[in-house]
């Protein structure tokens, strides 16, 4: 019983000194587990803490101006008349022998050979001054480029398309068509292609007044986002001195012509003018006080005052019957048309025809001078029925012929809905200007 008893001491003083280590392990962990709760791991800090950088106010690099295309310095010339491409790499000091390689390209090199004056090409260089690359327009939508890498000429190209955009348009004389024209965000490119419409009805030098209207709807082209160019009217009306008149338009099989609300094409036998509107120094009469003879005497004509050299019409198809220099004419050209009508055309500076040669209507036949009597630069225009001295603004003309029997009515389809439009065009520009109007004679 005892000896039981101690043994059952012992083994308790053993297990009071194995405590120890215990203890000293518990308390070590104890300390990992109170710094860690203290100190946030890494994944923690990434987590939750706010991270706030300095951003630049330019970025470190932009694309945009760094491409190829816009590193590039070209050197761009205006091509003139009389130049060709060699006498360009010649004063550029470019070699007959690159010239001759690039020509030899392929077939679209060749193109390069076809520049005409006032087409622009252009060249870059690299740092030691040699030839890099060269670009040309070879049409409105395509653009060729030669380039040299490695000791090899390449050429690409690169194609442009265009857009084409409707737009509407109108406005009221107060001065003169090209200024209304501007009002109304025409370029004078279509100021003048609206006047060539009706120019076998108005004589736009002598007839246009203050107050008469026109409505268009033609294109704009566009290519690359940018304006390129005016398209075609597509319709057209213009009142002058209350008359009124429309045009459409239309492909009748054997190309583009503007035709009327009945369908009668635009052209007519004679031009109301020969020459494009510009301005006017005396009209038809035939009593007018002669500025170089200081006397009375018959003005059987219309003198058109222009610049020297502004090219001068037919104003309808014939023969030239006479085509000389005279004293009181100066050079002068007379033609002969059908029904009995001759027209003549006084004090060009040149004459583009001779005796004989057939014309058609809208051909150059001269340019305006001040050859013979004349007190300035000026063409001098007379209109003969059956040898009679009529005045070409009020002379009848013959009517124009009408389309086929067989297209009238995809005219008379295709056209009304763009003569409705033509109509609203006019009815809201005068809705919108005559309050106006209104207020300000109030």
Do not use: C
């Not at 706030?52 to 761009?76: C, G, H, M, Y």
């Not at 001759?100 to 001054?129: Q, R, V």
């Amino acid at each position: 019983m005892f000896k039981n008893s101690k043994k059952s001491f012992v083994d308790f003083s053993t297990f009071r000194f194995a405590k120890k280590p215990f203890l000293a392990i518990f308390a070590f962990v104890v300390l990992i587990l109170l710094f860690a709760f203290a100190n946030p791991n890494s994944n923690t800090i990434v987590k939750h803490r706010k991270m706030q950088l300095a951003i630049p106010s330019d970025p470190l690099l932009n694309f945009t101006a760094n491409t190829v295309e816009r590193q590039i310095q070209w050197k761009t010339l205006t091509i003139k008349k009389g130049q060709t491409l060699s006498s360009i790499f010649d004063d550029l000091n470019l070699s007959q022998t690159l010239l001759y390689k690039i020509i030899h390209i392929d077939k679209n090199a060749k193109l390069l050979t076809k520049i005409y004056p006032g087409a622009n090409i252009s060249f870059s260089f690299n740092e030691d001054g040699k030839f890099s690359q060269l670009k040309y327009k070879i049409s409105e939508a395509q653009e060729l480029f030669v380039i040299q890498s490695e000791q090899k000429l390449s050429i690409k190209i690169i194609q442009h398309p265009t857009e084409t955009q409707v737009q509407t348009a109108n406005g009221t004389i107060t001065g003169s068509l090209f200024n209304a024209g501007k009002k109304s965000g025409l370029t004078d490119a279509m100021v003048m292609k609206l006047a060539n419409i009706f120019a076998w009805d108005i004589d736009f030098v002598l007839d246009i007044r203050q107050g008469d209207t026109f409505s268009l709807i033609y294109e704009k082209i566009y290519q690359d986002g940018e304006f390129l160019r005016d398209g075609k009217i597509i319709a057209a009306s213009f009142t002058n001195q209350g008359d009124a008149y429309k045009a459409v338009s239309f492909d009748d099989g054997n190309g583009m012509s503007y035709y009327n609300p009945e369908g009668r094409n635009m052209k007519k036998a004679f031009l109301r003018a020969p020459l494009n509107f510009s301005y006017i120094s005396s009209n038809f009469n035939p009593k007018r006080f002669h500025p170089v003879l200081k006397r009375v005497k018959a003005h059987r004509g219309i003198d058109y005052k222009a610049p020297r050299g502004t090219p001068v019409f037919a104003a309808g198809n014939g023969v030239v019957t006479r085509s000389a220099y005279s004293k009181y004419n100066g050079n002068h050209v007379f033609i002969k048309h059908p029904s009995g009508i001759v027209t003549k055309y006084l004090h060009f500076t040149k004459r583009k025809v001779k005796k004989g040669q057939k014309v058609a209507q809208g051909q150059t036949i001269g340019t305006v001078g001040s050859t013979g009597l004349a007190s300035g630069a000026h063409l001098h225009y007379e209109f003969l029925l059956n040898g009679v001295h009529r005045n070409p603004r009020t002379v009848k003309l013959p009517k124009a012929s009408p389309l086929a029997k067989s297209k009238i009515q995809s005219f008379l389809h295709y056209s009304k809905p763009l003569l409705s439009q033509l109509d609203s065009i006019s009815v809201n520009y005068i809705a919108i200007t005559k309050p106006a109007a209104n207020k300000k004679e109030s």
